[in-house]
C-alpha cells in the first residue's frame, strides 16, 4: 500500500511539474533546469515505488533517456527545438515505459503541431514581423499528461 501511495504521490507531483513547465513556457519561452534536474531526479524514487528491477527495466528506461536526449539534441543544434525542451523530454523519457513514451511524442507532436498553426495565424493576423517564438513545452505537457492521466485514474482510492 505505501508504495502505491509514493508512486501516485510522484505521479501527481510530475503532472503539477509539467502544468508548472507550460505555464512558464508561455510566460518566457523557457523550462527552468531546477524544474527538469527535479523531475530526473525523482526517477529512481518513481522506479523504486514501481518496483522496476535494475536490469532490465531500468536499463531500458535510462536507455530510452539517452537515445530521446541524442535526437533532441540533434534537433536543438539544427535550431528546431528550445534546450528546456530537450532536456524535459529527456527526463520524462526517465519516468515513461517506452512504449508509452512514444505515443506522448506521437500527442505531442499532433499538439504542437495545432499549437504552431495556431501562433502562426495570431501572428499573421497581428502583422507582426518578428520570429515566431513556440512554447513547445506546452505539447510536451499535453502529450505527458495524455499518457499519465490514465494511470492516474487506476490507482484504487485511498480511504
Do not use: C
Request: charged content about 10%; glycine content about 8%; hydrophobic content about 65%.
Amino acid at each position: 500500500m505505501l508504495m502505491t501511495i509514493v508512486q501516485y504521490g510522484l505521479l501527481i507531483a510530475l503532472a503539477i511539474a509539467l502544468l508548472y513547465a507550460a505555464f512558464t513556457d508561455i510566460r518566457s519561452r523557457t523550462i527552468a533546469n531546477w524544474l527538469n534536474l527535479g523531475i530526473a531526479a525523482f526517477a529512481p524514487v518513481f522506479w523504486w515505488a514501481s518496483g522496476l528491477s535494475l536490469w532490465p527495466d531500468v536499463a531500458i528506461q535510462l536507455g530510452v533517456a539517452l537515445a530521446a536526449f541524442a535526437v533532441f539534441a540533434g534537433m536543438f543544434a539544427l535550431g528546431m527545438m528550445g534546450g528546456g525542451d530537450v532536456k524535459l523530454l529527456t527526463a520524462l523519457a526517465l519516468w515513461i515505459e517506452p512504449n508509452a513514451f512514444l505515443q506522448l511524442l506521437l500527442v505531442m507532436a499532433v499538439a504542437g503541431g495545432v499549437l504552431t498553426v495556431g501562433m502562426a495565424v495570431v501572428h499573421a493576423m497581428r502583422k507582426r514581423k518578428d520570429k515566431l517564438a513556440i512554447p513547445y513545452g506546452v505539447a510536451i505537457a499535453i502529450g505527458a499528461l495524455w499518457v499519465l492521466v490514465p494511470r492516474l485514474s487506476q490507482f484504487p482510492t485511498i480511504a
